[in-house]
């Protein structure tokens, strides 16, 4: 059996290499007394069973063992696994923050697995998920890439943004395409979805056509923006990623269309 221990959204392992290494016995003898063991939680994957366990947060360290964010996990799990766990990480976040009725501030109780509800005015609260979309931007033989101020050195990637209340996908990828770059697109195209636990997203990917205008960059939200020839591109994110899937789909098809 494998634990995944939780410390508030962090997970305790260690990467060596390309493999993930989970606490052993020793590490978790360190952990047992205060841990919370989650049995609605755990899951099978692949054969194996993943208990999950959570501890305090002022739970130290076991020795050669470090609480990592599960961005460290991404490229060392496959992604069936890597959704699994956001999965896990994204329930506990959720039940951390909502022991308390939003509405009269009752402590609430567990009604299902996805629900808890309050004993005194019956509000019922349910994970919260916060869907954002993405934006590949097509010109030609030409992606539109760019780089926000917290990404790694040298990555680019296709646009995203949170929608807001009220917006449909199409709606809020338009915006996002013009508040970020300040061009406007057309043939706005489904490429498919992610779930992304950080801390409770949902990616919704697109391709779309540019229609007008000139780059006019945000500075807050886009560090860098430009046209990459297809065939010339920068340094990508993982290909775990849906916008490393995207940006691979989108070339490839556009070099069996070039005549
Ligand atoms: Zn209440």
Redesign the pocket.
Known sequence: MITLVFRTHLLLFRRAEQHILWPDALALSTLQPQAVVHDEFQFEHQGRTYAVMEVDAATPEPPGFSFLSLRGLFGALDEALFARIGRVAQLLEWNRSHRF?G????ATERQQALARI?P??G?VSYPRISPAIMALVIRGQELLLARGPHFQPGIYSALAGFCEPGESLEQALRREVREEVGLEVENLRYFGSQSWPFPHSLMVAFTCQYAAGSLLLQPEEIEDARWFPSHALPALSPPISIARQLIDATVAALHTQRP
């Open positions: 009725c509405r009269c501030g009752q309050c005194a005015c509000h």
